[in-house]
């Protein structure tokens, strides 16, 4: 018996699984482009770094499109949104993330205002996402937010306390992480896509650990490696 060839996306002289797998080193773990090809160098993989960039530009968005549509109608009913500054070539950017209960990246983001039409944009990105408008909001004390939810949801339950927000406030670190590796970003439209591709995959690899046995870990962890190699050859490129 022969072995099938391996899936190969037009265009591209190395298989699909590389790419996924180059896509998925990037956008999953805290590293540099000159890190993942330094990664698959060592596998006998000889690709620059340019092209690393060029897969995670053009698929990454794809793959989390994908991983978007699955999850849709499986988050939690209660909201977390919060704000940070992003400096981008000296401007300063407002990085908008919104979170579930549970930790799950809804979406992010990125605007170059703090106010309440900002938060009215990223509210009704939210609900076209999502399909469905929260039980609850938790924000902090911005009062963007209980403007912009009076106008566009004004039967949604709103607690604006800045303690109340840890969820959305811990949402910022892997960013903050990637930042720094990355050495800041370098356009707005890059930041954008990277927390919407970075978001998506995050996701589908946040299993809580700390409440589950070993047992459990590895077979969660092998059906969400399943999931994303199922979604990664999937794509018509």
């Known amino acids: 018996m022969t072995e099938a ?34 990664l698959l160098a060592e596998g006998g993989i000889n690709v620059s770094f340019q092209t ?11 793959f989390a499109d994908q991983l978007r549509r699955r999850s849709r109608g499986h988050f939690s ?30 979406d992010a983001l990125l605007q170059s205002r703090k106010n309440k039409r900002a938060a009215l944009r990223l509210m009704r990105k939210l609900l076209k996402g999502q399909g469905i408008a929260p039980r609850v909001m938790v924000t902090d004390k ?30 910022h670190l892997p960013l903050r992480q990637r930042e720094r590796r990355m050495m ?11 927390v919407t591709t970075h978001g998506q ?3 589908l690899f946040l299993l809580h650990r700390k409440y589950l046995t070993a047992a459990d870990h590895r077979q969660l962890r092998a059906h969400a490696i399943s999931n994303w190699r199922e979604i990664a050859l999937s794509i018509d490129a």
Not at 145 to 158: I, N, R, T
Not at 184 to 193: E, L, N, T, V, Y
């Open 5 to 38: 060839s391996p899936t190969r996306h037009k265009r591209h002289r190395f298989p699909a699984e590389i790419i996924a797998h180059a896509v998925w080193l990037y956008y999953r773990f805290p590293l540099s482009l000159r890190d993942v090809e330094d």
């Open 52 to 62: 690393v960039s060029e897969w995670a530009a053009k698929f990454g968005l794809k």
């Open 77 to 106: 009913d209660k909201w977390h949104r919060d704000e940070r500054v992003v400096t981008i070539k000296g401007k300063k950017y407002w990085l908008w993330p919104a979170v579930d209960a549970n930790g799950y990246v809804l």
């Open 142 to 171: 911005l009062r963007s937010y209980s403007a912009a939810k009076a106008e566009l949801m004004p039967g949604v339950e709103h607690r604006s306390h800045k303690a109340l927000n840890n969820r959305a406030d811990n949402s």
């Open 184 to 194: 800041r970003f370098k356009s707005a439209g890059q930041c954008q896509r990277f």
């Open 201 to 203: 995959i995050a996701n």
